[in-house]
Nanobody
Framework: QVQLVESGGGLVQPGGSLRLSCAAS????????RAWYRQVPGHQRELVAS???????NYADSVKGRFIISPDYAKVIMYLQMNSLKPEDTAVYYC??????????WGRGTQVTVSS
């Protein structure tokens, strides 16, 4: 019964920054993995960044040094800070939360467009 909702997407020029947030419809406990994915037409959905409950992070090679994933512990459960954005970052971005004993929760996505 928990739904995730992404926000913060929009249009930004190359080199600019955006911060995405992921909010839960109700409180979620015991999240062991938070993650951001992205997908564009004609491409497979790819993992952008993830963070475990103990703080271990993982980033796609294409975003290392530019994107930062961080957790939160209120209704907003995670953020994705995106810096030095490139046109190839244009995609729909999805957040997900993994909880022990349950299927992962997914958001519906937020559009990020990087263009001059």
């Amino acid at each position: 019964q928990v739904q995730l909702v992404e926000s913060g997407g929009g249009l930004v020029q190359p080199g600019g920054s955006l911060r995405l947030s992921c909010a839960a419809s109700r409180s979620i406990t015991s999240i062991y993995l938070r993650a951001w994915y992205r997908q564009v037409p004609g491409h497979q959905r790819e993992l952008v960044a993830s963070i475990t409950s103990d703080g271990t992070t993982n980033y796609a090679d294409s975003v290392k040094g530019r994107f930062i994933i961080s957790p939160d512990y209120a209704k907003v459960i995670m953020y994705l800070q995106m810096n030095s954005l490139k046109p190839e970052d244009t995609a729909v971005y999805y957040c997900s939360a993994n909880i022990w004993g349950y299927a992962p929760y997914w958001g519906r996505g937020t559009q990020v467009t990087v263009s001059s």
